[in-house]
Nanobody, 116 residues
Framework: QVQLVQSGGGLVQPGGSLRLSCAASGFILDDYAIGWFRQAPGKEREGVSC????????YYTESVKGRFTTSRDNAKNTVYLQMNSLKPEDTALYYC?????????WGQGTQVTVSS
């Protein structure tokens, strides 16, 4: 059974940092492109980053470039999202999924709230 479990969210002040984890079971993460997505209240879900399966190339949406870093630990079958210099507009529910996203693989997400 395929499962993606996101964790690591929380409440942080502007300028703070968090590291999100995406642990996979039922498939090998390294065999797929994996993306981080987020959905803020009242907004559409958007892609944040994507790490390719072929060569590990990583893509970021413009608003997080220079602040967020995606990495993959194949031994743990886990993908991470290191988020630095967080802003209130980063507040959202964060998810990971294969890219293209599979509807059955959306997990519960992990909430990130950036507020003073």
């Amino acid at each position: 059974q395929v499962q993606l479990v996101q964790s690591g969210g929380g409440l942080v002040q502007p300028g703070g940092s968090l590291r999100l984890s995406c642990a996979a079971s039922g498939f090998i993460l390294d065999d797929y492109a994996i993306g981080w997505f987020r959905q803020a209240p009242g907004k559409e879900r958007e892609g944040v980053s994507c790490i390719s399966d072929a060569d590990g190339t990583i893509y970021y949406t413009e608003s997080v470039k220079g602040r967020f870093t995606t990495s993959r630990d194949n031994a743990k079958n886990t993908v991470y999202l290191q988020m630095n210099s967080l802003k209130p507009e980063d507040t959202a529910l964060y998810y990971c999924n294969q890219v293209p996203a599979k509807s059955d693989y959306w997990g519960q997400g992990t909430q990130v709230t950036v507020s003073s």
